[in-house]
């Protein structure tokens, strides 16, 4: 063991919305512990700093999304990017997190060694003296608990599937992962290929100014319509102090969101019913409905998108959008030409074919000299994984917000870290019987999911090893379930011997 680096406690990796809450429960539950959070990028906020596409918002509703010990306090309910994202930083301006945080620093790869304890992390460090000197470097240092808070898309490279003729096309491609600052789409005809919830959030916000914007997509999408502001909120909030407001909204979402996920995956005939009834009163028009809103999965198959005050029902409505479905033949220099021989003409083309995803934020792990597979490897609670010791990951919900969860990991965490401390151990890592039924960590059809599930681990058919899309039913376990079960831990540290008596030493 190199006594040599530096040694933390917990290293909480990622300063985006999960990441701070993280270092929040951590320095308030476990306020004697060492600890520090790893940004790879040089500022906070994660997936709500990076992406700057037109429009971009959260599909939750912020009483939800939002932390259960900062109220959100603003009007909406459905926020756009940068009030989530100054949200972030206010949080993060806590003098216990903010002096935490070291920018500019990616985790490269973890070496666990049971011997010592500790994982090694190395760490790619980027330097800037502020001159226009850049410089990269390794570093090292060690911690005894690893919490990964970085997400699980690749926030460097999204899905890119490749188009015919796509090199003929003489418009301009931007991907919204990518969004240039400088680009002007005023009068232009735009086309935005694909129907999850970034079309779905670009559609409305692009065809403000746009001559036209044509959502082009292959199949079509669940969408809802949601209000921005919530009524229920708004009275708590006007009779009740910020707090309990808060605590009372987020109550009621959470049962109202548990139970229309219930009924999707219980009576999903009526769930379409309601969908599409929906639809067709807003947009006035059957046949379209028919065409282009009537997916052939069941509701939460995929994720749903929502389209807050219905913005984009009434871009359609006005005439300023329209819904194609169909497939792409070829691309032209003035546009795409579709298999049913249709052409649509485009200045601007929008691929908004979804992420990449990316376990562990692409760094690689070893336990005791011996690579992790995380293939392999079963999920346990949703955030530790079989056979690795002292690490967490933060995995949100797909059925609701993601900081639900994300919360309820972070407090389980100090609760196994407090766990440990009081029973004498240093380490502890799940164990599956491998007796289990295999099913993928995120049950969902999405091509995402698809294309990246094998890298993932695996969840098993029953309890603990089961990723329970149900608040309501894993707050219970995360704040007072049985920390031990299907556990293993080291051997508890012999008691210290008492101090000699220093009367009876000179006696």
């Given at each position: 063991m190199d006594t040599s680096l530096e040694h933390l406690d917990v290293v909480i990796v990622g300063a985006g919305l999960s990441g701070i809450g993280a270092a929040y429960r951590v320095s308030t539950e476990l306020p004697g512990k060492s600890f520090a959070v790893l940004e790879a990028r040089s500022a906070i906020g994660g997936t709500w700093d990076l992406f700057r596409y037109p429009g971009v918002r959260s599909d939750s509703d912020m009483f939800t999304l939002g932390y259960p010990f900062r109220p959100w306090t603003e009007a909406k309910a459905i926020a756009d990017g940068s009030s989530i994202l100054q949200y972030i930083r206010d949080t993060a301006d806590d003098p216990r997190i903010r002096e935490r945080i070291r920018f500019s620093t990616r985790l490269v790869s973890a070496a666990w060694s049971s011997a010592d304890a500790r994982w090694t992390l190395e760490l790619d460090v980027t330097d800037d003296d502020g001159a226009g000197h850049v410089t990269t470097g390794r570093r090292q240092l060690t911690c005894g608990f690893l919490y990964l808070c970085?997400?699980?898309?690749?926030?460097?490279?999204?899905?890119?599937?490749?188009?015919?003729?796509?090199e003929s096309f003489e418009g301009e491609t931007v991907r919204p992962q990518f969004w240039p600052e400088d680009l002007d789409y005023t009068g232009k005809r735009v086309v935005v290929i694909g129907s999850g919830a970034t079309a779905v959030t670009l559609v409305p916000s692009m065809a403000e100014d746009a001559a036209h914007v044509t959502m082009l997509q292959r199949s079509p999408t669940y969408i809802t319509a949601v209000p921005s502001r919530d009524r229920f909120s708004d009275v708590a909030r006007r009779h009740l102090p910020a707090g309990?407001?808060?605590?009372?909204a987020r109550a009621k979402n959470v049962l109202f969101t548990q139970a229309f996920y219930q009924l999707c995956r219980r009576?999903?005939?009526?769930?379409?019913?309601?969908?599409?009834?929906?639809?067709?009163?807003?947009?006035?028009?059957?046949?379209?409905?028919?065409a282009n809103f009537t997916p052939a999965y069941n509701p939460w198959d995929q994720r749903l998108c929502v389209a807050p005050s219905a913005?984009?029902?009434?871009?359609?409505?006005?005439?300023?959008?329209?819904v194609v479905t169909d497939t792409i033949d070829t691309f032209t220099p003035t546009g795409i030409r579709l298999a049913s021989g249709q052409e649509l003409e485009a200045d601007v083309v929008v691929p908004a074919t979804g992420l990449a995803m990316l376990p562990l934020g692409g760094a690689t792990f070893t336990v005791d000299g011996q690579p992790v597979d995380l293939g392999d490897s079963w999920v346990y609670r949703g955030l530790m994984v079989?056979?690795?010791?002292?690490?967490?990951?933060?995995?949100?919900?797909?059925?609701?917000?993601?900081?639900?969860?994300a919360d309820l990991s972070s407090r389980y965490v100090c609760r196994l870290i407090k766990y440990l401390d009081r029973n004498g151990h240093r380490y502890g890592a799940p164990a599956a019987d491998g007796a289990m039924k295999a099913r993928p960590i995120l049950d969902l059809t999405s091509g995402y999911v698809q294309r990246a599930v094998s890298a993932f681990p695996k969840q098993g058919d029953r309890q603990p090893w089961t990723m329970r899309q149900n608040y309501l039913l894993d707050a219970p376990t995360a704040l007072r379930g049985n920390l031990a079960k299907d556990m293993v831990f080291d051997a508890p540290a012999p008691p210290a011997a008492p101090a000699p008596d220093l009367q009876e030493i000179h006696a």
């Amino acid at each position: 063991m190199d006594t040599s680096l530096e040694h933390l406690d917990v290293v909480i990796v990622g300063a985006g919305l999960s990441g701070i809450g993280a270092a929040y429960r951590v320095s308030t539950e476990l306020p004697g512990k060492s600890f520090a959070v790893l940004e790879a990028r040089s500022a906070i906020g994660g997936t709500w700093d990076l992406f700057r596409y037109p429009g971009v918002r959260s599909d939750s509703d912020m009483f939800t999304l939002g932390y259960p010990f900062r109220p959100w306090t603003e009007a909406k309910a459905i926020a756009d990017g940068s009030s989530i994202l100054q949200y972030i930083r206010d949080t993060a301006d806590d003098p216990r997190i903010r002096e935490r945080i070291r920018f500019s620093t990616r985790l490269v790869s973890a070496a666990w060694s049971s011997a010592d304890a500790r994982w090694t992390l190395e760490l790619d460090v980027t330097d800037d003296d502020g001159a226009g000197h850049v410089t990269t470097g390794r570093r090292q240092l060690t911690c005894g608990f690893l919490y990964l808070c970085s997400g699980y898309y690749d926030y460097e490279h999204g899905y890119e599937p490749s188009f015919p003729g796509h090199e003929s096309f003489e418009g301009e491609t931007v991907r919204p992962q990518f969004w240039p600052e400088d680009l002007d789409y005023t009068g232009k005809r735009v086309v935005v290929i694909g129907s999850g919830a970034t079309a779905v959030t670009l559609v409305p916000s692009m065809a403000e100014d746009a001559a036209h914007v044509t959502m082009l997509q292959r199949s079509p999408t669940y969408i809802t319509a949601v209000p921005s502001r919530d009524r229920f909120s708004d009275v708590a909030r006007r009779h009740l102090p910020a707090g309990m407001a808060h605590h009372v909204a987020r109550a009621k979402n959470v049962l109202f969101t548990q139970a229309f996920y219930q009924l999707c995956r219980r009576r999903p005939e009526i769930a379409k019913k309601l969908i599409r009834t929906q639809t067709a009163r807003i947009l006035g028009d059957e046949k379209t409905v028919e065409a282009n809103f009537t997916p052939a999965y069941n509701p939460w198959d995929q994720r749903l998108c929502v389209a807050p005050s219905a913005d984009f029902f009434k871009a359609l409505k006005s005439g300023r959008a329209s819904v194609v479905t169909d497939t792409i033949d070829t691309f032209t220099p003035t546009g795409i030409r579709l298999a049913s021989g249709q052409e649509l003409e485009a200045d601007v083309v929008v691929p908004a074919t979804g992420l990449a995803m990316l376990p562990l934020g692409g760094a690689t792990f070893t336990v005791d000299g011996q690579p992790v597979d995380l293939g392999d490897s079963w999920v346990y609670r949703g955030l530790m994984v079989s056979g690795v010791p002292n690490l967490a990951l933060c995995v949100g919900y797909t059925n609701a917000s993601w900081t639900l969860r994300a919360d309820l990991s972070s407090r389980y965490v100090c609760r196994l870290i407090k766990y440990l401390d009081r029973n004498g151990h240093r380490y502890g890592a799940p164990a599956a019987d491998g007796a289990m039924k295999a099913r993928p960590i995120l049950d969902l059809t999405s091509g995402y999911v698809q294309r990246a599930v094998s890298a993932f681990p695996k969840q098993g058919d029953r309890q603990p090893w089961t990723m329970r899309q149900n608040y309501l039913l894993d707050a219970p376990t995360a704040l007072r379930g049985n920390l031990a079960k299907d556990m293993v831990f080291d051997a508890p540290a012999p008691p210290a011997a008492p101090a000699p008596d220093l009367q009876e030493i000179h006696a």
